[in-house]
């Protein structure tokens, strides 16, 4: 019975491994560049750039943006946690149209907004894909300027920017 190590198999396995890695990595580079919905290589994978509409169009907004569409009341705010936490606090001014709710509030909570008013959704936590899913929901309803302000209730207050209790 032999115990020792056959050198030239060692070698054999030493070289084959990294071989078979770098014809893996080849082959998967060659298939993802040859199928239709190709993946890219390099992305965004933050929180806001992954705010993204079907299309790739981005829907993040920076709170310096979204301050000064407050300050010159040119823009709907519209907080999309559920109406116990909008109760407790929230975007001065803003409107609540809880995401779970969506189909039994829309027509009351926006029907004198028009189409073409800048709507900015929020709602609160970087993982929080309420907002996101609002503003896909109105762009589908044919709102043209819909915006995310990624964590935004968290941002707002952090930042000291006004906020109002209650309906």
């Known amino acids: 019975m032999r115990i020792g190590i056959d050198i030239k198999q060692l070698y054999r396995v030493i070289w084959q491994g990294p071989v078979i890695l770098l014809a ?26 992954r705010m993204t509409t079907e299309r790739g169009e981005p829907l993040s907004i920076e709170l310096s943006a979204a301050k000064h ?63 996101h899913d609002l503003a896909l929901f109105l762009k589908d309803m044919g709102f043209a300027h819909v915006n995310v302000l990624v964590n935004g209730w968290t941002l707002w207050i952090e930042n000291g920017l006004p906020t109002q209790e209650g309906e």
């Open 69 to 131: 569409l407050f300050e010159k009341k040119a823009a709907v705010f519209i907080d999309a946690r559920d109406s116990i936490q909008y109760g407790e606090g929230h975007i001065q001014g803003a409107r609540n149209l809880p995401w779970h709710n969506v189909d039994d509030l829309f027509m009351s909570v926006m029907q004198d907004i028009s189409h073409d008013t800048p709507i900015i959704t929020y709602c609160d936590g970087e993982t929080c894909n309420l907002s």
């Open 24 to 49: 893996a990595v080849i082959l998967s580079l060659l298939s993802n560049a040859i199928r239709p919905t190709s993946l890219p290589l390099v992305a965004d994978w933050s929180v806001q750039g």
